[in-house]
């Protein structure tokens, strides 16, 4: 695939701490086949669909052990330049613009309201091999509890368009050009006041039901759905390790798509 533009989620990570059996869960549930690690990259391991890749899975660093969570990848043409843009806005760097190999640049950082996310400038790794097909990425969104930092930053960040989207929940979705690329959701009181914000990624399924079957089997948690919407059958889970994501069938679309609003 050809490199993402700037601000188009591009690649998607989680740090467990059983590898191993995050592995075994998303092998089953997503369908994933699994490279080799090596040692030099932190074990880094990428995940495959029919020979493609669509994220990674890696150990924490020795005293990093915690509450696992997939990380968001952004594009960036200059990581370096986009990372003196997360200061500028009021984001935090949590890990400076670090060249991995001639695979790419990657920097890590939180938005104002503590959403974490990545940085991606790409090099030899381009990115997703494949989005919107079974066990690919699909789509994301913010959670936040404090929705107009994240409002403020990530269209300063990356001269998204924002546009509200009709109806009882604050969400927004984030267009870059003519292209949505991103949700924002406030977390209202429904969510466990212990749980921290973070981007919910959307992985695609051809079954929306039997894939949550296959989770709660293999330990995780459903937390929400499965439910139909205009974008397809939808569910929220917690992996095994308590990483959150959601499953989503984008076959099955009920109902019709909310009108949305320009605001800025």
């Avoid at 920097?107 to 790794?125: E, I, M, S």
């Avoid at 989207?165 to 977390?187: A, P, T």
Wanted: hydrophobic content about 40%.
């Amino acid at each position: 695939m050809a490199v993402s533009p700037e601000g188009a989620p591009c690649w998607a990570d989680a740090m467990f701490n059983d590898v191993e059996e995050a592995k075994g869960f998303y092998g089953d549930v997503l369908g994933w086949t699994f490279g080799g690690a090596s040692s030099e990259f932190g074990h880094y391991t990428e995940a495959y669909v029919d020979g493609k890749a669509v994220a990674a899975v890696v150990p924490p660093m020795p005293g990093q052990e915690g509450t696992s969570q997939w990380c968001l990848y952004f594009a960036a043409r200059d990581a370096a330049a986009t990372a003196a843009r997360i200061r500028d806005n009021g984001g935090e760097l949590l890990m400076e613009p670090m060249q991995v190999g001639d695979f790419g640049t990657m920097c890590l950082a939180r938005d104002p309201g503590g959403v974490l996310f990545g940085l991606w400038q790409a090099g030899t790794h381009e990115g997703f091999g494949a989005t919107a097909e079974p066990g690919a990425y699909c789509w994301a969104e913010v959670f936040t509890r404090e929705p107009e930092k994240s409002d403020e930053f990530f269209p300063a960040l990356f001269s998204y368009r924002s546009k509200r989207l009709e109806g009882e929940r604050d969400f927004r979705v984030y267009d870059l050009g003519e292209r949505s690329v991103l949700g924002r959701m406030r977390m209202t009181d429904d969510f466990p006041p212990e749980m921290p914000p973070y981007i919910n990624v959307y992985f695609t399924v051809e079954n929306c039901d039997e894939a949550v079957a296959r989770a709660t089997a293999r330990g995780g948690v459903l937390r929400f759905g499965p439910v139909d919407t205009p974008f397809g059958r939808i569910a929220a889970i917690s992996d095994a390790q308590g990483a959150h994501f959601s499953v989503i069938d984008i076959t099955t679309l009920v109902g019709e798509v909310p009108q949305t609003t320009d605001v800025g």
